[in-house]
């Protein structure tokens, strides 16, 4: 398979998320890196983005609620390129009205090679790493061949 380069700038632009019963996990996560988290461009869905603004005294775009497409939001912003990780704290033991899109989030964020944190251990080794505060050669699958692969048909 072929590659192509996408180039992450020192500054991540970073989405965080969380289900009901992760929210103040979220929180106090977000508290305990809130000085590394100022440095960076965040986003987040429904109430997180309140609760997380007035934590860390820093502007957050607010999404929807993700029953109410947020998450959705967020998948299309990574396939627009405009989101280069997510911080997702989602809960394996409560079942989701909204499942099927915390779902396609999920596979979006792998079609597109974003690094995904889904707890708080995978979420503190990810913001710790020395490619934090660095830029980032992220390499992306060419999808050329997919997108492509119908166009013969149509001129039949």
């Known amino acids: 398979m072929k590659y192509q380069t996408i180039s992450i700038a020192e500054k991540k632009r970073i989405a965080l998320v969380a289900h009901d019963n992760k929210k103040r996990d979220l929180v106090e ?3 305990f890196n809130g000085e590394l988290l100022s440095r960076h461009e965040l986003c987040a869905t429904g109430t997180t983005d309140t609760l997380l ?3 860390l005294k820093v ?3 607010k999404l929807q609620s ?3 497409g947020g998450d959705q939001q967020i998948g299309a912003m990574i396939a627009g ?5 997510v ?3 989602w809960d394996p033991l409560e079942p989701q009205p909204h499942d099927p899109d915390v779902k396609a989030l999920l596979r979006i964020a792998v ?6 944190a889904c707890n708080r251990s995978s979420a503190d080794f990810m913001i710790s790493s020395t490619l934090m505060d660095a830029p980032y050669e992220r390499l992306l699958p060419d999808y050329g061949a997919y997108r492509e692969r119908l166009a013969g048909r149509a001129e039949r």
């Open 87 to 89: 911080i997702f704290f």
């Open 81 to 85: 390129g405009e989101i280069d990780f």
């Open 53 to 55: 603004e007035k934590t």
């Open 59 to 61: 502007p957050i775009r």
């Open 111 to 116: 079609v597109w090679n974003i690094p995904v």
């Open 29 to 31: 996560w977000a508290r």
């Open 66 to 68: 993700g029953p109410l």
